[in-house]
């Protein structure tokens, strides 16, 4: 059974900084890449980073650039996103999610695991 469990979200101040945390299982994490997708209340769930099996390529979404960087470590099964400078239109559900179609995959579809969500709210 695949399991992706998302941790470390939480309230923050506007500039404040939150490394979310997400653990794999049932899964070959290492050939899968990962993402983090964000959806906040009635908006559409959005793609926020992705990363290569490997860790070696990434992608950030333009809202995130320079803010946000997602990593992973395949001997954990972890993946990580790491947020600065937070406001408050990052208030949402941070989900984490895994595909094998490759860290360019952009669309919720292209994506068949997920984790349950972490709330991310960001106070001004």
């Known amino acids: 059974q695949v399991q992706l469990v998302e941790s470390g979200g939480g309230l923050v101040q506007v500039g404040g900084s939150l490394r979310l945390s997400c653990v794999a299982s049932g899964l070959t994490f290492s050939s899968r890449a990962m993402a983090w997708f964000r959806q906040a209340p009635g908006e559409e769930r959005e793609f926020v980073a992705s990363i290569s099996a490997a860790g070696g390529t990434t992608k950030t979404a333009p809202s995130g650039k320079d803010r946000f960087r997602i990593s992973r470590d395949n001997a954990e099964n972890t993946v990580w996103l790491q947020m600065d400078s937070l406001k408050p239109e990052d208030t949402a559900i941070y989900y984490c999610?895994?595909?094998?179609?490759?860290?360019?995959?952009?669309?919720?579809?292209?994506?068949?695991?997920w984790g349950q969500g972490t709330q991310v709210t960001v106070s001004s």
């Open positions: 999610a895994s595909t094998a179609r490759g860290w360019k995959s952009r669309g919720v579809s292209e994506y068949d695991y």
